[in-house]
């Protein structure tokens, strides 16, 4: 038995005289739980008795005391035991010195519980407490949370700030659970006998900010150290102390070396990658503050996607961009034969990864024709947590409503017993892509080669994707485990090659495993700079083959897939009318004549039936290829004059492109439409709107419906109910709708639309001045001047340099007087007034600039005003020295000048202009959408047409049917790329990325 603690009280008892000890009284005192090993009684200031009443073995003693009165038990504790509950004399007991008043008769008793394995958990403020097994106690500064008689043994603890709060620290038992946001959770051992503690701190208020991918080893919000419970949960979510809402807080991130802070959102926009510090605005806790973290440098090579399927991946081969990623997805069809993806993506700063295509490739039913894309398979992602560590979403196409993507885990492929980061032997021939037949891009045949070293030696595999005598794409390999390399003139592998059968297709949710047979063999001489197969016998081919880099640049070659869902138009034709500056050409595969099966040029000016199209793909040179690809219901043709026929096909010695409105056009009474290549796709209906198409790169989908409730049938509906009679502005057919024409045309139907004269005397006073003033602000990127179109080219180009401006605009419909006054930061004050064109102008007006004396009238009338609204064209003189002082151009010059105009007629297409609707929360300092400035309306704008003009159509009513159908994805008027693209309206240029197919769909009504 330990010592008591109360052996002081002992010694005093044995100086006690016998007379002071006569005992008239007894008190029976009884124990269960974690026995007290003994018990003193002290009454009315006298110790009794003079040895301690001893409760073991029997968990029983008496104590014998003469009187009544005050007195105080004293329990002397077995291990650890310091908490206690009672009955009869000692209810209430809770310590182990209990209060007790001894009356002066009765029987007396005393039972006592020691209470073991208990915890205390104090808190400085309020949350919620659970143990396992144990009910949630809430917790506050006043009101700790005890818990009795644990299981010993590891227990789970957890604490849940109350809302708005975080936790900031812990310490005692809990000290190693993690601060941060949300649940938090730890486990500790609960010993027998022992009370353990623990405390919590909490803080208030927090915002959270939730980084994406990993990498993110700190962020402090002012002098504030932002907490994260877990550095390895995706996402991130760290919780940022910060004072009151409204103060701006400073962020400053760090990330772990090769983690790129791809950027921001929401509340986190300002996020550079560069990992500056940036400013945040806290208006609550619950703002958006999201960064994108991951790395963009994958390691180069051979990685496993599960269950037997692997991708073989090589970023660019420019070093310092990194920007995309070429490889093939090694995976089994569903009959589970090997077959393969080729994969084409590029990094995105806003995903923190790379985003792109997954691709079929196939050389039809023979084999030994040229290579083609099948179909585009599925839109895919790859984000890296690491160079070897990463994730494929794999997104099957076509995407329908509620198809979840899958995500599957990817890792670098060691050979033999290597370990990352992985290493090539010296000598050897570098890992990645080497071609049969450039380029690879376009589906040829290629070797993929990666050889290591380390534990196992040097090792190396390679792959060849190619195809098999019915055209389809199939996968070998040599030992996936690594063959063992011997010296000769350089790394020689030696090896049989491997098929693999029986696997399942990627992301498959029970996967088989496949089986290897051995497929011919295959010797390789790995060199520097290039791969020799000197035998095989296996048909694969033989020869010298060296890297192949021809992906990821303006340059490379794509596919582009033409899809016709639309069932009114069985069977379409395809045209292709280059662009001014267009270079290079499309290249086909016939399915019929004396080019079938071989890539073949894609004539020009010439209307190809779609089904023509081996596959319906055209293979672009480059992104530099640009112009318009019309898709027809009927060949196009061109009007030989007065010959008979008045109309033969388009060829290119007799081309022009359709008219939507000359009736004596050879085309005018045929749907077609067309779409807008180059760098940039987008579908336009500007003009007019016959076949709808859509547009998409990866998962960037551009023409779709859009807006909730809208169909084709409404939107055509919507269109011929915006004239004054039905439908006077549509072409029909034989009771058929073919197409209908936009007030955009400036033809015989603009007069059917509605006059956009009472928006100018709603949006001016009869003395010119702006009801609400037009803040016409913005910036202005530099180009080079084209002297046919502008009349501003003196003072040393400055109407053509970078720079900002500011206007203010007047108009007097009485005079026909409108003015727009300002200044440029480059070309300095300026004055711009309007023009009219005469009704019959001279010979020598001809083009985009004329004199003012001869071919046009001063001032610009409402219904001329109207019209340019409309048509998105205004003539205007301009007054600033780089500018001719007698000659008008139109805002069709690019200069500073036609970008102020611009400016303006977008105000007023828009509906921007006088508009009461409050402008966007942050939007400073304006109250209304009428009185943001112009660079706001790009930037910052998520409302336009009906949405700024709630009582009357004070705006451009065809682009606004476009927009309540489409959105923002296709062009309703001409400058709907003035909004940003990342903006809340956002706009319909789809930004190509290089070497990734793009398809271009006709879409069914």
């Known amino acids: 038995m330990k010592m008591s603690p109360w052996f002081g009280l002992l010694v005093g008892f044995l100086g006690l005289s016998s007379n002071a000890l006569a005992a008239d009284r007894t008190l029976t005192v009884t124990a269960t739980g974690l026995v007290p090993t003994n018990v003193f009684l002290s009454l009315n200031g006298m110790n009794h008795p003079q040895v301690p009443c001893v409760l073991a073995p029997s968990n029983s003693c008496v104590i014998s005391f003469p009187g009544s009165g005050q007195g105080m038990l004293q329990f002397g504790e077995a291990a650890g035991t310091i908490r206690l509950s009672g009955t009869g004399l000692c209810a209430g007991a809770s310590t182990a010195a209990v209060p007790v008043t001894i009356p002066a008769s009765g029987t007396l008793t005393c039972g006592i519980k020691g209470i073991e394995n208990s915890l205390k958990v104090t808190s400085d403020a309020a949350a919620s407490i659970a143990v396992d097994g144990q009910p949630k106690c809430a917790i506050s500064n006043t009101s700790p949370c005890e818990y009795d008689n644990l299981a010993t043994g590891t227990t789970t603890f957890t604490v849940t700030p109350a809302a708005g709060s975080y936790l900031k620290s812990a310490a005692g038992i809990c000290g190693a659970i993690m601060p941060g946001v949300g649940a938090r959770s730890t486990t500790f051992p609960i010993t027998k006998g022992a009370q353990q503690t623990c405390s919590l701190a909490l803080g208030s208020p927090y915002f959270t900010v939730s980084a994406s991918g990993s990498g993110l080893t700190s962020l402090t919000a002012g002098s504030n150290a932002c907490l994260v419970g877990d550095l ?26 090769g983690i790129v802070l791809a950027g921001g959102s929401g509340a986190c926009a300002g996020a550079s990658p560069t990992g500056a510090p940036f400013d945040v605005v806290v ?13 963009n440098a994958p390691e180069n090579g051979l990685w496993s996607a599960g269950s037997g399927n692997y991708l073989t991946l090589a970023r660019d081969p420019a070093a310092k961009a990194r920007n995309s990623v070429f490889g093939a997805a090694m995976t ?75 995500t599957i885990a990817i890792t670098r492929h060691a050979q033999g017993g290597n370990t990352p980061p992985f290493k090539a032997p010296n000598g050897g021939a570098g890992t990645g892509w080497y071609a049969m037949a450039a380029p690879l891009v376009e589906g040829e045949r290629g070797y993929f080669v990666e050889a290591q070293t380390g534990a196992g030696g040097n090792t190396a595999v390679i792959v060849i994707h190619g195809y098999d005598s019915s055209g389809v794409a199939r996968w070998r390999a040599s030992a996936l485990a690594g063959t063992s390399l011997t010296a000769g003139s350089g790394l020689v592998l030696s090896a049989p090659m491997l098929k693999f059968m029986g696997g399942s297709p990627i992301g498959a949710a029970s996967p088989s495993a496949p ?59 395809v045209t292709f009318f280059p662009g001014s500056t267009s270079s290079g050409g499309f290249k086909y ?33 480059s992104l530099n290829l640009g112009g318009n690809l019309y898709f027809s219901e009927a060949g196009l043709q061109v009007s030989t004059g007065s010959q008979n026929p008045a109309c033969v096909a388009i060829s290119p010695s007799n081309q022009q492109a359709p008219s939507p409105v000359s009736t004596g056009d050879c085309n005018y009474k045929t749907r077609w439409q067309f779409a807008e290549l180059g760098g940039v796709y987008d579908i336009t209906y500007i003009n007019f709107y016959s076949v709808p198409l859509s547009i998409n790169q990866g998962a960037l989908s551009y023409g779709e419906i859009t807006k909730s409730g809208a169909t084709f049938s409404g939107f055509k509906t919507a269109l011929g109910n915006l004239t004054t009679t039905a439908q006077s502005a549509f072409v029909t057919s034989n009771g058929k709708f073919v197409r209908a024409n936009s007030p955009a045309n ?44 502008t009349i501003c080219t003196k003072n040393a180009g400055k109407a053509f340099a970078a720079q900002t401006y500011s206007a203010s605009v007047t108009y007097d419909a009485t005079s026909k007087a409108l003015t727009i006054t300002g ?57 600033n020295p780089a500018c001719s002082a007698s000659d008008v151009e139109s805002n069709g010059a690019n200069d500073v000048f036609s970008a102020v105009v611009r400016d303006m007629l977008v105000g007023l297409a828009s509906g921007f202009v006088n508009s009461a609707e409050p402008s966007p929360t942050g939007t400073a300092p304006a109250t209304t959408y009428g009185t943001m400035k112009s ?25 606004g049917a476009v927009y309540d159908t489409f959105g923002s994805r296709v062009y309703g008027f001409q400058y709907s790329d003035f909004f940003t693209s990342d903006g809340p309206i956002g706009n319909p240029q789809l930004s190509l990325r290089p070497s990734m197919p793009a398809q271009i769909v006709v879409l069914q009504e």
């Open 515 to 573: 089986t290897p047979a051995t497929d011919g063999a295959v010797t390789a001489t790995l060199s520097p700079g290039k791969v020799d197969v000197a035998a095989s016998s296996t048909g694969v081919p033989t020869g010298s083959f060296t890297p192949y880099q021809g992906w990821g640049l303006a340059s490379s070659p794509y596919w582009v897939s033409l899809l016709n869902n639309d069932t009114l138009l069985t069977a379409p034709y």
């Open 935 to 959: 660079s706001q309306w790009s930037a910052d704008a998520g409302k336009l047409f009906g949405g700024v003009q709630k009582t009357s159509p004070y705006y451009n009513t065809w682009a």
């Open 232 to 257: 390895a949960a995706r996402p991130q979510v760290w919780a940022c102390p910060y004072g009151q809402n409204g103060e701006t807080v400073s962020l400053t991130p760090g990330v772990a070396t």
């Open 589 to 621: 595969i016939p399915t019929s004549g004396a080019t079938a099966g071989q890539l073949t040029d894609f004539p020009n000016y010439t209307s190809v039936l779609l089904s023509d199209l081996d596959n319906a793909v055209l293979l672009a040179s």
């Open 283 to 295: 208006t609550s806790n619950t703002i958006k503050c999201d960064l994108v973290t991951g790395s």
């Open 823 to 879: 200044t440029a930061s480059a070309a300095g004050a300026f004055t711009i007034k309007g023009w009219t064109p005469v009704a019959s102008p001279p010979a020598t007006c001809k083009g985009s600039i004329g004199a003012k004396t001869t071919c046009y009238d001063t001032g610009v009338s409402p219904k001329a005003f109207s019209q340019a609204i409309y048509t998105a064209v205004l003539n205007y003189s301009v007054d």
């Open 746 to 789: 400036a033809g015989a139907t603009l007069k059917d639309y509605p006059s956009l004269s009472g928006y100018l005397g709603a949006a001016f006073s009869t003395s010119g001045t702006p009801t609400t003033a037009i803040s016409i602000s913005n910036a202005y990127s530099a180009t080079t001047p084209d002297a046919k179109s």
């Open 332 to 406: 089994y069809g569903m009959d589970g034969k090997p077959l393969w993806y080729m994969l084409n993506a590029t990094w995105d700063q806003a995903a923190g990864g790379y985003l792109g295509t997954a691709s079929e490739f196939t050389t039809g039913s023979n084999g030994n024709a040229a290579p083609r894309m099948k179909a585009i398979t599925a839109n895919i992602s790859l984000t890296f947590e690491s160079e070897t560590k990463g994730n494929l979403v794999w997104n099957k196409r076509p995407v329908v409503a509620g198809q979840s993507a899958k």
